[in-house]
Structure formats: structure tokens, C-alpha cells
């Protein structure tokens, strides 16, 4: 986490101070910036694993079935379920199958993302394969909230892993941000609807 926020994308973007290690596999942090309201990061064992929880998760956002490749997430665009690369595109050609399995390589697509819209909320849930990582957020504005999530997770890289994103510079927002309530549960929390900060 101390390496996101000295990055050159993401710098100050994460205060260490707004972060805790919950277990030895999921850290949480507690606004990190007044668009987010809280972000938490988990790890896998597996690309198996990392890929049935990432389903469930946005199962229970969408409070449907887990459908992929559709609609997108970016600045104008908040509903949608898509893969991303380092190219900061987000790729929707690539089946599940290739990322459960392990087979989808990095110059193609790095995770997948899900974003919805609820009650003045962004809530993005996304996948880094390299280090079998599972990312959510939720915040707002959302124009914020998404800026956020696209700087931060480009600089996510795991021990051992050498740190490419710490060279790159990306676009950044101009928009104020402001503090706000969710209202959507995150993972690891109670799966009703309730506020949260």
C-alpha cells in the first residue's frame, strides 16, 4: 500500500494512515480521499478463486446473475463489467474462461471491473491477476470516485513484481470532491442495503 501512494499515477492518493491489515489476506481503507468512502484489497490463492469471488461479489451488487462484457466503467459510463488493461483500455472481447483459468496474458487484459450507480455512489469491484487481487470501492462524486480507482490501481503492483506503473503518468481530475454516504454494503460487510462511511 505505502508503494501506491508514493507512485507516480496514484501519488497521495492512499494514505498509508487510512489503511489497516483486517487479516493476513485483506486490507481496508477508510478515506483515503473525500470521493472514497472506503476501498478494501484481497488476496487469492488462485486465479480459481480470485474469479468465484469476484462473480459473487458483483452477483450480489447487481442482485442478479453475474453477466460479463457489457455496457463500461469510466468517467461518462458507470454501469458495466469489462476487462482492463495498462493500456488504460477496457477490452470486451476476452470470456471469463480465459481469466478463471489463468490463460489471459497481460498484453491483452490485466483484471476485469465492475461498476454500478446507487444513491449518488460509485461501487467498483475489479481484479489484478498478477498477485490474485481483489479490489471495491464505493464513493462520490462519481466522476471522483472513478479518477481515483483508475490512478490507484494502476499502481498496484505485488512483492516480487517489478513496478512498471511507478514510471507512467496518467490523466488526472480537476473536479472538486466532497464527502458522501453509501449505500450500498461492501464486501465483507452485511449484504442488505445499509449506510456506510
Not at 477490452?91 to 483484471?111: L, N, R, V
Not at 506503473?165 to 454494503?185: D, F, L, Y
Amino acid at each position: 500500500m505505502t508503494g501506491i501512494n508514493v507512485s507516480v499515477t496514484a501519488k497521495g492518493m492512499l494514505p498509508p494512515s487510512s489503511c489497516k491489515l483486517t487479516n493476513a489476506t485483506t486490507v481496508t481503507c477508510t478515506q483515503p480521499t473525500p470521493a472514497v468512502d472506503i476501498v478494501i484489497f484481497r488476496t487469492y490463492p488462485s486465479a480459481k478463486a480470485l474469479y468465484s469471488a469476484y462473480e459473487a461479489r458483483v452477483s450480489a451488487l447487481a442482485q442478479g446473475p453475474f453477466r460479463s462484457n457489457f455496457g463500461n466503467c469510466t468517467e461518462n459510463m458507470t454501469n458495466g463489467e469489462v476487462a482492463w488493461n495498462h493500456d488504460f483500455q477496457h477490452p470486451s472481447m476476452y470470456p471469463m474462461s480465459e481469466f478463471t483459468s489463468g490463460q489471459i496474458t497481460d498484453d491483452k487484459a490485466a483484471g476485469r471491473v465492475y461498476c454500478t450507480f446507487d444513491s449518488s455512489n460509485l461501487y467498483l469491484v475489479w481484479t489484478q491477476d498478477d498477485g490474485h487481487v481483489l479490489g471495491e470501492l464505493s464513493g462520490g462524486p462519481h466522476v471522483d470516485a472513478y479518477v481515483w480507482w483508475r490512478q490507484v490501481h494502476h499502481s498496484v503492483v505485488m512483492p516480487g513484481s517489478p513496478n512498471m506503473m511507478m514510471a507512467m503518468t496518467g490523466p488526472t481530475s480537476t473536479s472538486s470532491m466532497q464527502t458522501t454516504t453509501s449505500s450500498k454494503s461492501m464486501s465483507g460487510m452485511p449484504s442488505s442495503r445499509s449506510t456506510m462511511k
